[in-house]
């Protein structure tokens, strides 16, 4: 059975220096084959939580453009997506990694990592000392991503969002965040403010809602670090 994309956009960007200019597809949800998810283990690495497989052959964007030295047209199709996990109860995490598989065009110049608490089924107050940003993950389009010092989480329900920077003018067209074919939890989440792609999403909604039925599921992820 084929998948076609559901969404796509095309658009295009001059540079400021010269008369070159780069032309692009950012995609809101596309198909593709199905990829492996990354495995890195690193000396004391523990893996915590693990949703990094069933990958259905979806994936969904999640990027900030780096519009240096553009004129700024794409900013429109900045987007986001997240998904859940839960701490249990009695323990503290000090996560310092977090693997994810992806697909995309070019590749991002860096990626961002935010972690935040649960509120009523959606990211709420970001937690303390879990934002970073302009990290360095090894591979691509499936990222290791070392989170510099790591974030301590005690029990509870979080949030973690993955966003690549990707730079139009270095070729990089998108970073997708593979999604699979089972829920844990509450399913992932997606917002694009400025709704490029007329989703309707410009908070955050289950992805189902923004992208259809085919899209019910979650992100593949894994966090890493040490039980405390």
């Avoid at 198909?31 to 000396?43: E, H, I, S």
């Avoid at 509120?119 to 990290?135: A, I, M």
């Avoid at 997708?176 to 694009?192: G, K, L, R, S, V």
Wanted: net charge neutral; hydrophobic share 35%; charged share 15%.
């Amino acid at each position: 059975m084929s998948r076609s994309p559901l969404l796509a956009a095309t658009a295009a960007i001059a540079l400021v220096a010269g008369s070159a200019s780069v032309t692009a597809q950012p995609m809101g949800a596309f198909t593709g084959l199905k990829v492996n998810p990354v495995v890195r283990d690193f000396p004391g690495m523990t893996v915590l939580y693990n949703q990094n497989r069933d990958g259905d052959g979806y994936s969904v964007n999640s990027q900030i453009y780096d519009l240096t030295y553009t004129s700024g047209v794409y900013t429109v199709y900045n987007d986001q997506a997240a998904d859940d996990f839960v701490v249990p109860q009695g323990r503290t995490w000090k996560v310092t990694e977090i693997d994810v598989t992806g697909s995309g065009s070019g590749t991002p110049a860096s990626e961002n990592v935010y972690f935040y608490w649960n509120d009523q089924g959606r990211p709420g107050k970001p937690v303390k000392g879990g934002s970073f940003t302009n990290l360095n993950g090894s591979g691509d389009p499936d990222f290791a991503i070392r989170l510099r010092k790591g974030v301590r989480l005690r029990a509870g329900h979080y949030w973690v969002s993955v966003q690549a920077n990707c730079a139009p003018f270095l070729g990089c067209s998108e970073w997708d965040w593979a999604t699979t074919a089972t829920i844990a939890n509450h399913e992932a989440i997606w917002e694009q403010p400025d709704n490029a792609y007329n989703t309707g999403c410009r908070s955050w909604h289950v992805l189902e809602h923004c992208f259809g039925s085919a899209y019910a599921g979650d992100f593949m992820f894994a966090l890493k670090g040490r039980r405390g």
